[in-house]
């Protein structure tokens, strides 16, 4: 089992830059890769970004350049540097784990409002 917080959202004009981080326990060495999903209002659940065990990343086109995913495995925490949102990035985002077994695991999410 892994347990999975989300924090840091909140409200921000257009243009503006958030943070979100993911604060893992439980079974975390089992861990074999986390991500980032975003679900809007109407919309389905969309990926956003994923790290890999040794560090490597990727993103959704609609985030690329301006989303940086990073992960510390000293505090086990999963971190989400938001830069120049849009109003169309407003949606709850998730944090993602799944293990080497396959099994997933979710956040509750925090919601994220960009509006002027």
């Known amino acids: 089992q892994v347990q999975l917080v989300e924090s840091g959202g909140g409200l921000v004009q257009p243009g503006g830059s958030l943070r979100l981080s993911c604060a893992a326990s439980?079974?975390?060495?089992?861990?074999?890769?986390m991500a980032w999903f975003r679900q809007a209002p109407g919309k389905q659940r969309e990926w956003v970004a994923a790290i890999f065990g040794v560090g490597n990343t990727n993103y959704a086109d609609s985030v690329k350049g301006r989303f940086t995913i990073s992960r510390d495995n000293v505090k086990n925490t999963l971190d989400l540097q938001m830069n120049s949102l849009k109003p169309d990035d407003t949606a709850v985002y998730y944090c993602?784990?799944?293990?080497?077994?396959?099994?997933?695991?979710w956040g509750q999410g925090t919601q994220v409002s960009v509006s002027s």
């Open positions: 439980g079974v975390i060495f089992s861990i074999d890769s």
């Open positions: 993602n784990s799944v293990m080497r077994n396959g099994q997933q695991f």
